[in-house]
Every structure is written in C-alpha cells, then in structure tokens.
C-alpha cells in the first residue's frame, strides 16, 4: 500500500486538494468549503492520480538511471505494470465522477487536463519547453479549479498564472536534475537542447521575473495588504533560486521552489479572505 502511495504521490495529491480549497476560498473572499469544493477537490486528487502513475508508467527506464535508490516503485520492481494501470483507471473515474457533481466547468478543464496528462510523457516531455509550458499550466490548475467549483472561474486567473510561472521554472529544474535518464530515453528536454548551463539561465531569469509578476498582478486585482506581506518570503526563496541557478546551482531548487509555492499559497488566500 505504501507503495502505490508513492506510485501515485500521495503527498503532491493532498497539496492539490489544498490548492483547490484555497482556490474556492480565494474566490469567495472567505474560508467557506461548500460541497462543491470538496467535491473538486476529490476530483483533483482523482485526475492527480492518473497522471502521476502514468507519468511512471512512461518513465521507468529513465527513473532507473536518474532515481537509482528504489524512490520510483515501478521502476524498482515492488509494483506491476497492472497495478500501475489499475491507478490510472481509478484515478480518472474518480476525478470524472467527482467533477460531474461540481459543474460542467469542472467535468471539461479536468478532462481536458487529463488528456494533456495522457500525451505528458511520450509526447510533450520529449519536445523540450513545450513540454514544460503544458505541465506547468496543469500544475497550477488547483487554484483556478477551485474557483470554477464556485462558479466564479475570474477570480482564479492571478492565481492560477502566478502558480503555472513557478510551476514552469520547477519544470526546467527537473530537467537539470534527470539529465542522464532523459537522455537515455532520447528526450529533447531544454538542458539537453541547449546545454545544463544555457538552461540554467533561462529558469534563472524566469524566476527573477516571477517577482515582478507576483506583485503586478496582484496588485491590479485589488489583492489585501497581507497577500504582500506574507508573498515576500515566497519571493526571496525564488529570488534565491534565480541567484542560485545563474551560478550553475542545481541542488535544493525544487525543494525551494515547493516551498515557495506553498507560503504563495497561504499569501494569496491572506489577501482576499476578509
């Protein structure tokens, strides 16, 4: 069981199902959860589900050279092939059915979320930047799918934008990381287009101008004065990661990124919530 926890990311599933929360309570300018959002929020643990364990199911050879300490249950060998593909079934009927009794918004951004999960890895992954692009404006779905569960999809745009850009920049990170694996699997990431460092710049200067972004967005939506208070500390750790990245630094990114992402999180929810 603690496997198939790992296979589908347990972890990143509960941070999703928050996102969706904080997305709802963004929206309504309170800390409501009708039923609704608890129904949206299952549904994004659903399609989260199906995507994480096909993301494994496509990259076992590469998790085997870029993840040699067993992290990958697939990959190691402790899971089937049909247990991984039970996941996924599970997973999309979950996240279907659970966006059905939302609203028709939620049956059609998760659907069509979930197709760009299906073409994630044999497809996109393989062209680099785009590859990039597509899974970071998923990634940064929970916050938007919130506010659809709420019927007012509006009030998702800033967050989901600020999300998808950190999103983005963790992305091209990952790719400096499985460098190795992705090139045993023939993939054209962005490092392996244009070089480690030359990657490495362009993540840099994306997350420096990220904190521009975060505080120009907000601040046309009309966002409280907590939102900047609290979001200062998320910019310092990307402006951390920018310094970082464009002195050829790759450890620690991700896990700074995450962090940074959850502190936005908690920062977007303080600015709107009365």
Known sequence: MLDVLRLVRAYNLLLAALGVLAGGWIALGALTTPRVLWFAGLA????????NALNDIWDR???RVNRPGGERPLAAGRLTRGTADLCVA??????LTAAALVNGGAI?????ALVVMIVYSPVLKRRGLPGNV???LVAGLPLLYGAIAVDRPSAGLVPWALAA???LVREIVKDLDDQ??????????????LGARRAGVVAAVLAAAFVPLSLALPAQAHYGGAYFLIALFAQLAVLAVASRLFAGHSARNSLLLKGAMLVGIVALVAGRVK
């Open 44 to 51: 994004a643990i659903g399609f989260g589900a199906a995507g």
């Open 61 to 63: 050879a590469g998790d």
């Open 90 to 95: 599970a997973g999309a009927l979950v996240g």
């Open 108 to 112: 059609l951004v998760g659907a069509a």
């Open 134 to 136: 597509a899974v970071a």
């Open 165 to 167: 850009w950190l999103h």
């Open 180 to 193: 190795a694996g992705d090139a045993a699997l023939g993939r054209r990431t962005l490092p392996l287009r």
